[in-house]
Each structure stands twice: as C-alpha cells, then as structure tokens.
C-alpha cells in the first residue's frame, strides 16, 4: 500500500512548553480526513482535531497543508501526494486564532467579530408580512445577488488566509463582511440596518482590506470576499461614508481618473490624507529630479471618448453614481486654466501643437492615431 | 454551577428552532449546550427539502400530507401526532422564510415546491440541493441576534431527576476539561439520531451517536419504536455519504447492471420515487440476487445523465460534487454508484404528541425523539419539517413549564459519579480498543439488523452485541489532557452506541412482522393483528433491557395496505 508521511502540529498547553511536529505515516487514500481519522484509530488516539459531516457542508475540518488552507474532508490524499511529489506533509492548524489544542484552534473571537456587523435579516415590514401565514414574494432573478454569499459555512479558512487580519486584528475577517453584504442585497432587509452594516463595517475595518484576493481562491464554497467588500466599500460612498482615506482614495481615482484620464499625484495627498503641504513638496521634489510636471495631468488623447466608455463601465456595475461631477467640474476648470482653452477642445488642441512641434513623427502619431 | 431556566441540549435545527422561540417569548434564561458548535450539527447536511402544504398548493391539503405521512409510516405513526405537524406546515416554512431562508422560488415569486418519494403531491419546498444547510445558517444567525446563550462544545453526561420532574443534567466542557452540573427546571433534548449504530455504513455525521437518547435510556425514560431504522436508498457506494432524494426527484433513474429501471418491478407506479424503504429494498434485492453493478456487483446506478449538465449544475450542485470526489465519478458523463446505507432512527426517546416525556420539564425534539410522526418509515421532507414543527412546540412547552415551576435542587451525586467514570475510563486496562470494537460494532448491526432481518440471524447478532456491551467495559482513553480530549469523548460517543444497540436488537426481534423500515424475510407481511403497536424499551437498575408494548393513537385514517 502506498504510504506517505505527516508531519501533524502537536500542542497541548499544559502539558508542552512549545508546539512541536509529530510525523505520521498514513495510507494515500480517501481524503485527508480519512488520513487523520486513521492516525486516530490505529496509531495515536491522543491527537486532536474538529471533524463532523465528512461530507463538505459542516466545515469543522478546515486545516493547512504545507501552508495551504485546505479543507480535510474535500482534499484527496492523492492529489496531494502527487502536488507535493511525495514529500511529507506537514498539516498545521489554521492561523490567526489561538490553539486549543493541536489542529484545533478558538473560533470564538472571529465569530464575536462577525456578530458586529449585524450579520442577519433584519426584515423590512413593507416586504415581508408580520402576518406568518403570509407568505413574502421573492423573485428568482433577485436571489442571485446572494447566492454565493449564502454558502459561507463558518469554516475559517479566509480568515486563516487573510492579510488584512494579520495586521489589524480589529479587522472582522472576509467572511464577516461576506455575510453581512448577503444582507445588503436583499430587499427583504430595511434600510435602516443596511445603513448601519456600513457603518459598522467601516469601524471593523472595511478600508484594511488590502484585496490580495487569498480569501477568494482558499473559500472551498465559492464565496467571494474581496469582491463582496469591494461592493461594500461602493455602498459606503453612495450612501455618503466618504471621510476614510480609503474612501476619498477610491473617489479621488474614480473622478480624476474620469476627468483627465489619470490620477493626480500632486494632489492625492492633500484629497486623501489631508496633507496640504505634500503638493508643494512633490512639486519641489519633482522639479530637482528634473522631471516635468504639471498641477494636473496633461489630458491625454481622445479623453471624450475615454470618458464615454469610462462612464459605460461604471454605468454597467451600477457605480456611476459614485462620479461627483462637481468634483469633476473643478478640475475641469483647472484643466482649462493651466492649458488656455475650452476642456472640450482643448485635448485637440494641446496634441496638435505637439504634433506640430514634433513634425515628422508627429504626423505619423497623428496616422495611427486614427484621425 | 451554572443555572438556568431551560437548557436546550444540542444545536441542530430542532435545537436553535426551540431556543429561537423560547428567547423571543419569554425572558427566562434560556441556554443552548452543543456538542459541536452550532453550524456543524447534522442538520446541515439534510439536501432534498421540507415537506408542507403552502396556501398557494392548489388541490394539495394537511390533510393529504397527513394521509401520506400516516401511509408513509405504514400505520404506526400516532395520528393525532401527523395532524399537528402538517397542519403547522405552511407556519413554520413562512416563519423560517421571513427569517430569510433562500427558498427555491418559481417565477412568480412564491416558494417552489417539488416531488418527494411517497407524497402525492409536489409538497417539498426546497433551496436548492442544501435545504437542511440553508435552515441552519439561517436559525443560527437569528439566535445570534436574540443574543441566544450558547455553551459550544458541551458534552451531555447525565440527566439528572427525582421520578417526576426534571432538576439538571452533568456535562463535560469539552474545551476546558472538566464535568459540570448544571441546574435548570426544564430540559430539551434535541440531540440528533443514532445511526452511527451502523458505524461503517452509513450517510450520518461522525458524532451522530444518539448521546441524549443514551442519557436519556440510562436515566430510566423510555424509548420507543427502537427497531425502526431507515436505510437511505442511495447512499455513495464507498462511503456511505448521501446523495438526495432530489437527484430522483429531479428526474434521475435506478439501473441495475443490465441498465434495466427495476423500480416498475417493485413500485409500477412511483417508480423511482417510492418511498424510502421501498426502493432501499429494492436496491438491497437486486444486489442480493446478483444484478449488482460493477466487479463485486455490490451496487446500483443512478443515472442522472439524460437530466442534462445545465439542469444537475443548477438544482444538484452538491449531489455532483460529492460524486466527484468521493467516487471519481461525474453524473454529467456517468451514472453515480449507490447502495442503502443506514440514515435516519424513526425511534428515539419516547413523547406525547407535544413533546413531552414521562418526567415533568423534560421534552425530546427532532431526530432523538419518537413522537410519533414517523411511525415505521419516515417520509423524505418530513424530518425537518418535525424538527422545526416540534423544536417549535416543545420550546412553547418548557417556557410555560418553566415560568411556573419551582427551583430545582440537583444533588452532586451524579457529578461525583460521572468524574468517577471518566476518571476510570482513563486509568482502564485498555485491553480492548474503541476503534475495534466500534467496527465490530457497526458490521455486527448491518449484518444482522440491516435491510432484511431474520429471527435466528437477529438472535446471534443480539448476543454479539452483548459481547460488545461486555468487552466495552474494558475500553480506554488514552489521552488523559483536559483540553479538548477527542479521544475522551469519541469513547463516550461509543459507549452511548453500545447502550443503545440492544434497545434497537430486541424489539427488532420480537417484532414477528415486516413493516416500513422494518423488513423481515420469516415474517414478510405485515400483522395488524398482533404488531400494530409501539414497542418501547427500559434500562432496568440491574442493566437489562426491558420490552413493553403500547397503543398506536388512530384518528382519521383505519390501516390498509400500503401500495405504491
């Protein structure tokens, strides 16, 4: 029979002083979980880890392997083996949460942090009947907007990967904001809790996530954190949560990057931060670099149109509300001063004195230009 | 000692149900104990659906469900029983969908409903193939914001009372170490089934070990109907693990290894979607009588490919995944290899028609409870509609219980008695092994108490099992750690196994007749005559098991035979 090795973390606080590596030889068959349950049976009944269904919907057995987020009932023994070309395996405990004891870590405090963020249907009285022989009409076109999120199963394997938790452990862990944004899509829920889900979410760190994206791909159930919050972040600004840096971040991008065709590096600092010193400094700094710079980004060529297609985009994922256009019209108006014309025109124009300036070439420019 | 009102005993569906209702009708204190944290609990794994008769069921009505049940349980369940669950149907489905269970809808909006083997009518509301999974997420989030007290991870021990009411009950917290007593004047048990019984063949949860219905078999309650157990007929073939109904009721065919659909020899009509033991027997049959699939001939095809990949992808998800990766095998390309594996205990702890046992403020909800709504087989969809039906009911019955009850005070003897016994369990000789025995166990029920029973065999397989109960006094845990000591309580979980398997032998014995679940080849028909009755089964105080019979309660529906 074909056998690898485990090497299986060990720790019992009151009895070792340090966590240590027991190794293991198991057949390569079955899943993980039969692995374990076999060290369990036939060689050391002292070793502990959470194990239930055996069938992928309880998610007690969340675990690594080398490193690897894994859950121990849906990952075959052989799979690994040949991953991993038949060097021991060396199966850890989930990070981020305190051990127990060997594989089994406190779930307790992510869960305590996800009960925050109001994490269930708070029903609106207009949808749904206090009547309970009532029933509420829900359509099958609008429960899409929840149908991954609803499969979360408290597993802990994103809040295990998560770089965002690593760093600030106020952070309520991608799952937490998975299961509170299932609410914000539901028209069953009210407004007011919605309202208040963002506020809350913001306070538990909505801005930390650094959308690394581990949580999306380690999720054995296909939830999608980093998305989830990145629509989170979207509902903050629209309902008017635009005083974090990550907010201002996001509106300087959306308006700038709207307006010209890119972001503006001199004027990012003081947008986001507050910083009202950082233009001049940058602007010094730029200059004995003996860079060119401009206050704002030189308009780049067919900005109308680029902002026709923008503007589609954010139409299609229902964020072209988050354009200000007041914002945008100021810098428009700067745009115009510093160039001497019309923001209309004045794209044209300014290439066309380049082009002029750059003849030959220029001209060619001009060809592949399309014009 | 901790000290509450009422303490609900596990954390499944009937469990957070119960404590649901209870926080939001009364302000006693309520707590849930669970041995897994709540999300975990078998509940979850429950796919096809929950069976009720909604407004919008245009010719359906509770009482056709209740004729189907009664059917279903071939006469033994209590009708007065049937009448109440399904009556409630429609409330309970509402109530959960307004707490924001993502039912399946039709295109109008309202709650879709299927075909479920044995119903005359589409009845089985659903959400896509994780019904059972939906409703646990669901409740748990809404215990959650009513600021349920939960102790996770919380082994039960002993129930303790004085022979007519209920004062405590020990336990072990598993994740510290450590027996507890704690004082409540009410107590639910909503521990699950106890068909880990058939250790190697069967679709339930590691833990599913019937730890209250063996608490509440030593604490002298009677338990009811033990005999019954329901093989699922289509479990995967190496694993045991489901797969649902749904994939039948969404259309999928049987095959044996001539690609024959033998159903329309056993069930013409329903086909496929006969109920439960029915088809189990067929499936058992048709490999018994050698026209098994594959080298051993040792199962039976289910065929899903005509449904088509749009169709298994949207409404069996899960059913496909599973056959994935536990049997290397894709039902969009190939039919999926099953056989009946052991799934659900129709018996369990016996109650009156609202949950209530013998002992005052001790109730029994869901799996761990014979009510009886199931009788002799239970329907698909209606375990959690009884769940949700009865976790509902017995919460209402221990708040009114409760409010007016006077403090209880438990004696410490249990406690005492219960560290002894952990205490002994790990200096023990260790000279058999739980994993041994527990196989032995397991392949001992299957042979002798599986699909098809036998006197003789039955009667072998009894003493066997004694032996077991016997060698079991010599088993050992190893790790001697306080913390979260898996070893400690998967012998725990055993030793409740072993309580409980003669409970399930001798009634099976001495019910001289076939019916539902419970088919004998020496006795093939069923005897109205002599076995239309309940056996419920005492631990006596010297340790032997003690069989008595009681009255089945029939309203509206006179027995018949039960033709499909």
């Not at chain 1, 794209?347 to 003849?359: I, L």
């Amino acid at each position: 029979m074909e056998t690898v090795k485990l090497q299986v973390f060990r720790y019992d606080p009151e009895k070792d002083s340090s966590p240590y590596y027991k190794e293991y030889e198991v057949p390569v068959e079955g899943t993980l979980l039969n692995a374990l349950l076999y060290i369990k049976d036939n060689i050391d009944p002292t070793l502990s880890f959470r194990a239930f269904c055996r069938s992928e919907v309880c998610g007690s057995c969340s675990m690594r392997v080398n490193g690897k987020v894994k859950l121990a009932c849906k990952t075959s023994m052989k799979e690994l083996v040949e991953t991993w070309k038949g060097k021991p395996l060396r199966i850890d405990p989930l990070k981020h949460m305190n051990v127990i004891k060997d594989l089994v870590v406190d779930i307790d405090k992510p869960i305590e942090k996800m009960k925050t963020l109001i994490p269930w249907l708070v029903p609106d009285p207009r949808v749904v009947p206090t009547d309970p022989m009532h029933e509420s009409i829900i359509y099958p076109e609008e429960m899409k907007a929840y149908k991954d999120q609803i499969n979360c199963m408290l597993c802990f394997s994103c809040y295990s990967a998560c770089e965002a938790v690593e760093d600030n452990s106020r952070y309520r862990g991608p799952f937490a904001f998975s299961r509170a944004y299932r609410f914000q899509v539901d028209r069953r829920d009210i407004e007011t809790a919605k309202e208040r889900r963002i506020r809350y979410s913001i306070s538990g760190g909505l801005w930390s996530c650094v959308q690394c994206q581990k949580c999306l791909y380690v999720c054995p159930k296909g939830v999608k954190p980093a998305e989830d919050i990145q629509n989170l972040r979207g509902q903050a600004i629209k309902k008017g949560f635009t005083d974090k840096p990550g907010a201002k971040k996001l509106k300087h991008y959306v308006d700038w990057i709207y307006a010209t065709g890119q972001i503006n590096r001199l004027y990012l600092p003081e947008e986001v931060y507050g910083n009202k010193e950082a233009k001049d400094k940058l602007t010094k700094a730029f200059q004995e670099m003996g860079v060119e710079v401009w206050e704002v980004p030189k308009p780049t060529k067919g900005l109308m149109k680029f902002r026709d297609i923008y503007l589609e985009i954010l139409s299609k994922e229902d964020k072209a509300l988050d354009l200000d256009f007041s914002h945008v019209r100021k810098i428009d108006k700067m745009v115009s001063d510093i160039f001497k014309a019309d923001i209309c025109t004045i794209v044209d124009r300014v290439h066309e004195r380049e082009d002029k300036a750059k003849g030959l070439i220029g001209k060619l420019k001009g060809l592949i230009g399309g014009k | 000692m901790l000290d509450y009102d009422i303490v609900i005993v596990g954390g499944g569906g009937a469990g957070l149900y119960a404590a649901l209702w209870a926080a939001e009708n009364t302000i006693l204190k309520v707590a849930v104990m669970t041995k897994v944290y709540p999300t975990r609990s078998h509940t979850g794994a429950a796919e096809g659906g929950i069976n009720a008769v909604l407004t919008h069921s245009v010719g359906d009505s509770p009482e056709a469900h209740a004729y189907d049940t009664v059917k279903g349980s071939d006469f033994l369940a209590d009708q007065d029983a049937v009448d109440i669950m399904c009556k409630m149907g429609a409330a309970v489905i509402y109530d959960i969908a307004h707490r924001g269970v993502p039912f399946s809808r039709r295109p109008d909006g309202r709650i879709a409903q299927r075909p479920f083997g044995g119903a005359s009518f589409p009845r089985t509301c659903y959400a896509a193939d994780k019904t059972g999974f939906y409703i646990l997420q669901t409740l748990y989030e809404q215990c959650l914001k009513n600021n349920v007290t939960f102790l996770n991870e919380w082994f039960l021990l002993s129930i303790i009372h004085n022979g007519e009411r209920v004062e405590g009950i020990t336990a072990w917290d598993i994740r510290n170490g450590g027996v507890h007593l704690i004082k409540t004047k009410a107590v639910i048990l909503a521990t699950g089934g106890h068909a880990r019984v058939y250790w190697n063949r069967t679709s339930n949860a590691l833990g599913n070990t019937g730890d209250g219905t063996a608490a509440a078999l030593r604490a002298g309650l009677p338990l009811k109907d033990m005999e019954f157990i329901q093989f699922h007929p289509t479990g995967l073939a190496k694993t045991g693990i489901l797969v649902t109904e749904g994939a039948r009721g969404e259309g999928g065919y049987l095959r044996n290894k001539d690609g024959e659909r033998f159903m329309k020899r056993y069930a013409p009509e329903k086909m496929e979607l006969a109920p439960r033991d029915i088809v189990a027997r067929a499936i058992q049959t048709e490999i018994d009588e050698g026209r098994g699939c594959g080298p051993n001939g040792d199962y039976i095809c289910l065929d899903l490919t005509h449904l088509g990949e749009e169709r298994i992808k949207e409404r069996l998800p899960q059913t496909r995944e599973h056959a994935i990766l536990y049997e290397g095998v894709d039902p969009v390309k190939e039919p999926i290899p099953i056989a009946p594996t052991a799934h659900y205990s129709m018996g369990g702890i016996d109650t009156d028609k609202l949950g209530r046992t013998p002992i005052k403020g001790l109730y029994a909800a869901g799996e761990c409870a014979c009510i009886s709504v199931h009788g002799a087989n239970r329907l698909g969809g209606n375990s959690l509609l009884d769940i949700l039906v009865y976790g509902r009911l017995t919460a209402l019955e221990a708040v009114k219980y409760a409010d007016d009850a006077p403090e209880t005070n438990p004696s410490v003897a249990k406690l005492k008695d219960d560290e002894k016994r952990i205490l002994e369990l790990m200096e023990a000789s260790g000279k058999e092994k739980v994993p041994q025995l527990r196989r032995e166990l397991g392949e001992t029920m299957m042979k002798h108490f599986g699909v098809f029973r036998e006197e003789s065999s039955m009667k072998e397989g009894l003493e066997k099992l004694y032996g077991i109960k016997e060698r079991a006094k010599e088993v050992k845990v190893y790790d001697t750690s306080k913390k979260f000591n898996t070893d400690l309580i998967s012998t725990l979980e055993f030793l409740n196994l072993v309580d409980l398997a003669p409970a399930i032998a001798i009634p099976a014995i001495e019910r001289r007749e076939s019916r539902g679940s419970h088919a004998r080849k020496d006795y093939p028909k069923r005897d109205d005559k002599n076995f239309l009755k309940h056996s419920v089964v005492n631990l006596e105080e010297d340790g032997s098991y003690k069989l008595s019979w009681k009255p089945v309660v029939i309203t509206k529906f006179p027995p018949e035979e039960r033709k499909y």
